[in-house]
């Protein structure tokens, strides 16, 4: 019984088990077949979360594989972030499951159903095709093609398409997306084909009308592609509606039906954003049939790097439309441009054509005008134009004022038969040459032109000014020839006016005095003088010198009494002369009236140390000579450093020992010796000291004084004079050779002899005159190291004159301010000042040239070249000081007076703040004329050039801007700080452009 009963225990315990176990397998099959059903009920996360459950709790392996499979899935269609992982998972944890590859489709299925096409075709790449049924398969194809397309993967996609391309359900379909490949490789006959056998859109993509009308269009069937596009417009949205007006405005283009066309085109955007030269070209050559001209411009300046013969038409229509709009000047940039595209012969050469007219009547910013137009006659010699276009040429020479370029055109052969021409032009440039102070180049050319010239009132001209080239380099005789053929000429000419004043000025150059008086007085008696009262002024003092120095003082008091009362530039110097001049007609009593007035009226005059040294004369030789001692001591004392202070205490001294006081005049006498070394007065003053100590009997004492002083040998006196006296007669002969090899034995035999200071003096004008300007140096040096002499001033000015030539600015700069300090005649004065501010500029001391600059400009008597330097010092020194305010201003000065480069650098300058102020109209009228007015000073040419591009831009005016940057590029590379600013605008304009043009490619990207 116990036996049974425990069998009878373990049955029911194993039938309880069995029990268990059914109803946890029915429970899970349950839960998996009711996720099934919330699956196909679309419930995808309730079912997701059932079959995570059945995952947790099932054992069988199919199950469970079954049950990853609907979570991967359900996971793709709620767009969860793990979907392809658990996709993944799957496909690796049952690889074996029949539902592998189902998995792996249904997920493409689903993510191209739903748009998602580049994550449906990753998948479609993993399907493994064997196992699809036909239905499946041919979806596959069509699916993976189409995701391909969607992709732009045109290759890759039509094997795909093509082998379904004849099946029932997505043959049509194949067709049209095979079709739309070929419209977008512009195949456009296969397009063509396609579409016809479609018939119509596939559902997702309506635009077979669309593709149509432009395939029509691309076939230049017009009216075909104007009706399907109108058609395809009310279902189409706005990018499509903007394309398909760019069909039907570029169809009635080609139909040459503008009015029609034009509202079309105004209504397209551009495909993505962006216009290409093509659509510019055809909506502004719609404006221009108008008669819209500003539009047309406004549009045809979109067009940049065209370099096709659609690009060369609208270049040249721009050029017209230019001069439609009296705008000539801008036309010139956009005939530039078709006339160097041979895309089309016509065109080409109307354009050169226009483009050579255009730079003769409005200059040239990028060539002479004689070279462009030569350039014409040389490329078009059969052209209907060229007896116009020789006039034009002969005429440029003189309208470009480029007559250095015109110069080599006319010398290098390609122009003959115009010597008239050639003269003329030599007289131009010769004179331009005379205003840059070119004097030797100058008279080469004005030779030129006097060979050439027939023509009288020219050849007058010419001839009047190589007399002034020949006065300029010191030709006084060539000069006084020419000047005297001139006058022979009867025909007037507007130099007339200035004849006798220049004559006068070369007589009296060469010492003949009467004649120099004639010229002067017939000068001041002309009717314009009393309008060049400068002129004037000079010519009343060169009247009262030539008389002065003929010793005919009373005309020439009466000539001084002019300019005095003109109160003009050298007023001091006219008073003080006619106070001399009273001493010579034994008017003492005058003339010391007339100096004592001078002193109290001319406080700060150059000539002060003069006229004081003077009264002192004049008071000791009228017997006043406590007056004469006192005058003296005021000059000694107020005027140290004056040239006449040396003479001053030799005549105090040798007054003392006349009047018997031998100890005073010993005193005045050591002390020049001492301070004067090396002077005629030093040398003088030892020879009267040595008299006062025989008369005291003290002749020891003189030898022990005499030997103390440096430089001097007694015992050597007749030696040194003998040797001296030698050595000058070279340098009076006017032999420099000679004078250098004699002054250099002098000084190797007597270094610190009595005439050291005078040897070394000539030595160095002998060694100046030879050229050898280094070896002169030292012996300039030396004279300039004593005490002030009559040769400080002179070798002041070589001195600073040699360090300026090999800018050496730090030796010349102390130099010239004490020959500023120094300096009795007024002309080394403004020499010295004009240098001053040219070194203290070059050297960067930007305050000092300004400074200095403005002392120049404050002698009224200045030329209006130096006065042009001075003004130019002032505005580049403040530019470089970054106050552009002052720099404007001086620019502003600087046009006033400047010729040649200095003009073109003012100009320049003019156009740079007009941009700064945003008057780009301005700008462009003013670098026209610096072209035109200075087109020889290439830099600022250049410069400006830039300027002029950055305002053409900012109105817009495209092409106009990156033609003048891409000329300055290719013709101006000696200038690369030009180019690369030049290139760098360039390539923010393209950057810029490239948003909106698609035929424009950034300068980075090339």
Same mark, same amino acid.
């Given at each position: 019984?116990?036996?049974?009963?425990?069998?009878?225990?373990?049955?029911?315990?194993?039938?309880?088990?069995?029990?268990?176990?059914?109803?946890?397998?029915?429970?899970?099959?349950?839960?998996?077949? /009711?996720?099934?059903?919330?699956?196909?009920?679309?419930?995808?996360?309730?079912?997701?979360?059932?079959?995570?459950?059945?995952?947790?709790?099932?054992?069988?392996?199919?199950?469970?594989?079954?049950?990853?499979?609907?979570?991967?899935?359900?996971?793709?269609?709620?767009?969860?972030?793990?979907?392809?992982?658990?996709?993944?998972?799957?496909?690796?944890?049952?690889?074996?499951?029949?539902?592998?590859?189902?998995?792996?489709?249904?997920?493409?299925?689903?993510?191209?159903?739903?748009?998602?096409?580049?994550?449906?075709?990753?998948?479609?790449?993993?399907?493994?095709?064997?196992?699809?049924?036909?239905?499946?398969?041919?979806?596959?194809?069509?699916?993976?093609?189409?995701?391909?397309?969607?992709?732009?993967?045109?290759?890759?996609?039509?094997?795909?398409?093509?082998?379904?391309?004849?099946? /029932?359900?997505?043959?049509?379909?194949?067709?049209?997306?095979?079709?739309?490949?070929?419209?977008?490789?512009?195949?456009?006959?296969?397009?063509?084909?396609?579409?016809?056998?479609?018939?119509?859109?596939? %559902?997702?993509?309506?635009?077979?009308?669309?593709?149509?009308?432009?395939?029509?269009?691309?076939?230049?069937?017009?009216?075909?592609?104007?009706?399907?596009?109108?058609?395809?417009?009310?279902?189409?949205?706005?990018?499509?509606?903007?394309?398909?007006?760019?069909?039907?405005?570029?169809?009635?283009?080609?139909?040459?039906?503008?009015?029609?066309?034009?509202?079309?085109?105004?209504?397209?955007?551009?495909?993505?954003?962006?216009?290409?030269?093509?659509?510019?070209?055809?909506?502004?050559?719609?404006?221009?049939?108008?008669?819209?001209?500003?539009?047309?411009?406004?549009?045809?300046?979109?067009?940049?790097?065209?370099?096709?013969?659609?690009?060369?038409?609208?270049?040249?229509?721009?050029?017209?439309?230019?001069?439609?709009?009296?705008?000539?000047?801008?036309?010139?940039?956009?005939?530039?441009?078709?006339?160097?595209?041979?895309?089309?012969?016509?065109?080409?050469?109307?354009?050169? $054509?226009?483009?050579?007219?255009?730079?003769?009547?409005?200059?040239?910013?990028?060539?002479?005008?004689?070279?462009?137009?030569?350039?014409?006659?040389?490329?078009?010699?059969?052209?209907?134009?060229?007896?116009?276009?020789?006039?034009?040429?002969?005429?440029?020479?003189?309208?470009?004022?480029?007559?250095?370029?015109?110069?080599?055109?006319?010398?290098?052969?390609?122009?003959?038969?115009?010597?008239?021409? $050639?003269?003329?032009?030599?007289? $131009?440039?010769?004179?331009?040459?005379?205003?840059?102070?070119?004097?030797?180049?100058?008279? %080469?050319?004005?030779?030129?032109?006097?060979?050439?010239?027939?023509?009288?009132?020219?050849?007058?001209?010419?001839?009047?000014?190589?007399?002034?080239?020949?006065?300029?380099?010191?030709?006084?005789?060539?000069?006084?020839?020419?000047?005297?053929?001139?006058?022979?000429?009867?025909?007037?000419?507007?130099?007339?006016?200035?004849?006798?004043?220049?004559?006068?000025?070369?007589?009296?150059?060469?010492?003949?005095?009467?004649?120099?008086?004639?010229?002067?007085?017939?000068?001041?008696?002309?009717?314009?003088?009393?309008?060049?009262?400068?002129?004037?002024?000079?010519?009343?003092?060169?009247?009262?010198?030539?008389?002065?120095?003929?010793?005919?003082?009373?005309?020439?008091?009466?000539?001084?009494?002019?300019?005095?009362?003109?109160?003009?530039?050298?007023?001091?110097?006219?008073?003080?002369?006619?106070?001399?001049?009273?001493?010579?007609?034994?008017?003492?009593?005058?003339?010391? %009236?007339?100096?004592?007035?001078?002193?109290?009226?001319?406080?700060?005059?150059?000539?002060?140390?003069?006229?004081?040294?003077?009264?002192?004369?004049?008071?000791?030789?009228?017997?006043?000579?406590?007056?004469?001692?006192?005058?003296?001591?005021?000059?000694?004392?107020?005027?140290?450093?004056?040239?006449?202070?040396?003479?001053?205490?030799?005549?105090?001294?040798?007054?003392?020992?006349?009047?018997?006081?031998?100890?005073?005049?010993?005193?005045?006498?050591?002390?020049?010796?001492?301070?004067?070394?090396?002077?005629?007065?030093?040398?003088?003053?030892?020879?009267?000291?040595?008299?006062?100590?025989?008369?005291?009997?003290?002749?020891?004492?003189?030898?022990?004084?005499?030997?103390?002083?440096?430089?001097?040998?007694?015992?050597?006196?007749?030696?040194?004079?003998?040797?001296?006296?030698?050595?000058?007669?070279?340098?009076?002969?006017?032999?420099?050779?000679?004078?250098?090899?004699?002054?250099?034995?002098?000084?190797?035999?007597?270094?610190?002899?009595?005439?050291?200071?005078?040897?070394?003096? $000539?030595?160095?004008?002998?060694?100046?005159?030879?050229?050898?300007?280094?070896?002169?140096?030292?012996?300039?040096?030396?004279?300039?190291?004593?005490?002030?002499?009559?040769?400080?001033?002179?070798?002041?000015?070589?001195?600073?004159?040699?360090?300026?030539?090999?800018?050496?600015?730090?030796?010349?700069?102390?130099?010239?301010?004490?020959?500023?300090?120094?300096?009795?005649?007024?002309?080394?004065?403004?020499?010295?000042?004009?240098?001053?501010?040219?070194?203290?500029?070059?050297?960067?001391?930007?305050?000092?040239?300004?400074?200095?600059?403005?002392?120049?400009?404050?002698?009224?008597?200045?030329?209006?070249?130096?006065?042009?330097?001075?003004?130019?010092?002032?505005?580049?020194?403040?530019?470089?000081?970054?106050?552009?305010?002052?720099?404007?201003?001086?620019?502003?000065?600087?046009?006033?007076?400047?010729?040649?480069?200095?003009?073109?650098?003012?100009?320049?300058?003019?156009?740079?703040?007009?941009?700064?102020?945003?008057?780009?109209?301005?700008?462009?009228?003013?670098?026209?004329?610096?072209?035109?007015?200075?087109?020889?000073?290439?830099?600022?040419?250049?410069?400006?050039?830039?300027?002029?591009?950055?305002?053409?831009?900012?109105?817009?005016?495209?092409?106009?801007?990156?033609?003048?940057?891409?000329?300055?590029?290719?013709?101006?590379?000696?200038?690369?700080?030009?180019?690369?600013?030049?290139?760098?605008?360039?390539?923010?304009?393209?950057?810029?452009?490239?948003?909106?043009?698609?035929?424009?490619?950034?300068?980075?990207?090339?």
């Amino acid at each position: 019984m116990q036996k049974l009963a425990l069998m009878l225990l373990c049955f029911m315990m194993v039938t309880a088990t069995y029990a268990q176990q059914s109803k946890i397998a029915t429970d899970d099959l349950a839960t998996y077949n /009711q996720a099934i059903d919330l699956y196909q009920e679309d419930q995808y996360l309730a079912s997701q979360r059932l079959f995570e459950k059945v995952l947790e709790t099932v054992d069988d392996e199919v199950i469970r594989g079954n049950a990853s499979y609907y979570i991967a899935n359900c996971a793709v269609r709620l767009n969860q972030r793990n979907s392809d992982q658990l996709i993944e998972k799957f496909v690796e944890e049952y690889p074996t499951s029949i539902k592998k590859n189902s998995a792996i489709i249904d997920v493409a299925d689903y993510y191209f159903d739903n748009g998602n096409y580049r994550k449906a075709a990753t998948w479609y790449q993993r399907v493994d095709k064997s196992t699809l049924s036909r239905k499946q398969i041919n979806r596959y194809y069509f699916n993976t093609g189409y995701t391909l397309v969607q992709a732009k993967k045109f290759d890759d996609a039509k094997p795909f398409l093509n082998r379904v391309s004849d099946d /029932q359900e997505y043959g049509s379909k194949a067709k049209y997306y095979l079709g739309y490949i070929a419209y977008e490789n512009d195949e456009v006959e296969t397009a063509t084909e396609l579409f016809d056998q479609v018939g119509e859109s596939p %559902e997702d993509d309506e635009k077979l009308s669309y593709y149509k009308a432009d395939l029509n269009y691309k076939s230049g069937k017009f009216d075909e592609a104007i009706k399907l596009a109108k058609e395809q417009l009310p279902k189409s949205n706005r990018r499509e509606k903007s394309q398909l007006n760019r069909i039907i405005g570029q169809s009635l283009f080609n139909q040459e039906k503008y009015d029609e066309a034009l509202p079309y085109l105004q209504k397209y955007e551009g495909t993505r954003g962006k216009w290409n030269n093509n659509d510019y070209y055809q909506l502004g050559y719609a404006y221009y049939k108008q008669g819209d001209f500003e539009k047309a411009v406004e549009t045809f300046n979109k067009i940049i790097d065209g370099a096709n013969a659609t690009a060369q038409n609208a270049y040249y229509h721009l050029g017209q439309s230019y001069i439609k709009l009296d705008r000539n000047e801008d036309a010139l940039n956009a005939f530039k441009k078709a006339s160097e595209m041979d895309l089309d012969p016509q065109i080409s050469e109307d354009a050169s $054509y226009n483009y050579a007219k255009l730079s003769y009547e409005n200059g040239n910013p990028y060539d002479s005008v004689p070279a462009v137009i030569l350039a014409y006659l040389e490329k078009y010699p059969e052209s209907d134009k060229q007896s116009e276009m020789n006039e034009f040429l002969i005429d440029s020479y003189f309208s470009s004022k480029n007559y250095k370029e015109a110069l080599r055109l006319l010398e290098d052969g390609r122009i003959k038969g115009n010597e008239a021409v $050639y003269g003329k032009v030599a007289l $131009y440039y010769g004179l331009n040459l005379f205003t840059s102070g070119e004097y030797q180049d100058a008279l %080469e050319n004005l030779d030129k032109a006097v060979k050439y010239i027939v023509d009288p009132e020219l050849k007058k001209k010419t001839i009047f000014w190589k007399a002034e080239t020949m006065y300029q380099l010191n030709n006084f005789t060539g000069a006084y020839e020419n000047f005297k053929k001139a006058k022979a000429i009867s025909t007037a000419i507007e130099e007339d006016e200035l004849y006798n004043y220049d004559m006068g000025y070369t007589q009296f150059k060469l010492k003949k005095y009467d004649e120099a008086i004639k010229s002067f007085t017939a000068f001041t008696k002309q009717s314009g003088a009393n309008n060049d009262r400068v002129r004037l002024n000079d010519a009343y003092l060169r009247i009262g010198d030539a008389n002065f120095v003929t010793k005919q003082y009373w005309p020439g008091m009466e000539a001084y009494n002019k300019a005095i009362e003109l109160n003009g530039f050298n007023s001091d110097y006219a008073a003080f002369q006619k106070a001399i001049s009273y001493g010579f007609v034994q008017k003492n009593d005058r003339k010391i %009236e007339d100096l004592e007035a001078f002193i109290k009226r001319f406080k700060t005059s150059k000539y002060i140390d003069d006229v004081i040294y003077e009264l002192g004369n004049t008071y000791i030789n009228t017997n006043q000579v406590a007056a004469g001692i006192r005058t003296y001591d005021k000059l000694i004392s107020g005027y140290p450093n004056s040239i006449y202070t040396s003479q001053a205490m030799m005549r105090k001294g040798l007054q003392l020992y006349n009047d018997g006081n031998l100890d005073q005049s010993l005193i005045v006498f050591k002390q020049v010796a001492e301070k004067y070394a090396g002077t005629p007065q030093a040398v003088q003053a030892i020879s009267s000291a040595r008299q006062v100590y025989i008369d005291k009997g003290n002749t020891n004492d003189y030898a022990v004084w005499v030997r103390s002083l440096d430089g001097v040998e007694v015992t050597d006196n007749e030696l040194d004079d003998t040797a001296y006296e030698s050595a000058e007669q070279p340098f009076i002969k006017g032999d420099m050779n000679g004078t250098a090899r004699e002054m250099k034995k002098y000084l190797n035999q007597f270094p610190n002899g009595k005439h050291a200071l005078k040897a070394h003096f $000539y030595l160095a004008q002998a060694q100046f005159s030879e050229n050898k300007k280094a070896e002169s140096v030292p012996n300039y040096e030396y004279v300039v190291s004593k005490e002030r002499s009559e040769f400080t001033e002179q070798a002041l000015a070589r001195l600073s004159e040699i360090h300026l030539t090999t800018k050496d600015y730090d030796k010349a700069i102390p130099v010239l301010k004490e020959l500023e300090q120094l300096a009795d005649f007024p002309q080394n004065v403004i020499y010295a000042q004009s240098n001053l501010m040219k070194a203290y500029y070059e050297t960067e001391k930007y305050a000092e040239a300004v400074k200095y600059a403005n002392k120049v400009l404050a002698d009224t008597s200045i030329e209006n070249n130096v006065k042009s330097d001075a003004e130019i010092i002032i505005a580049r020194s403040s530019w470089k000081q970054g106050n552009e305010t002052a720099a404007k201003t001086a620019y502003e000065k600087v046009r006033e007076t400047a010729t040649g480069s200095l003009a073109a650098e003012a100009t320049y300058y003019k156009a740079y703040f007009e941009n700064k102020e945003g008057d780009h109209d301005a700008v462009i009228t003013t670098v026209n004329g610096l072209s035109k007015n200075y087109g020889g000073y290439k830099l600022w040419s250049a410069k400006g050039l830039v300027v002029m591009a950055k305002s053409y831009y900012a109105l817009d005016q495209t092409l106009n801007a990156t033609t003048i940057l891409d000329a300055v590029i290719a013709n101006f590379t000696q200038y690369p700080e030009v180019v690369t600013t030049a290139k760098n605008e360039l390539a923010k304009i393209k950057t810029e452009v490239a948003k909106t043009n698609s035929s424009v490619v950034p300068t980075n990207q090339n």
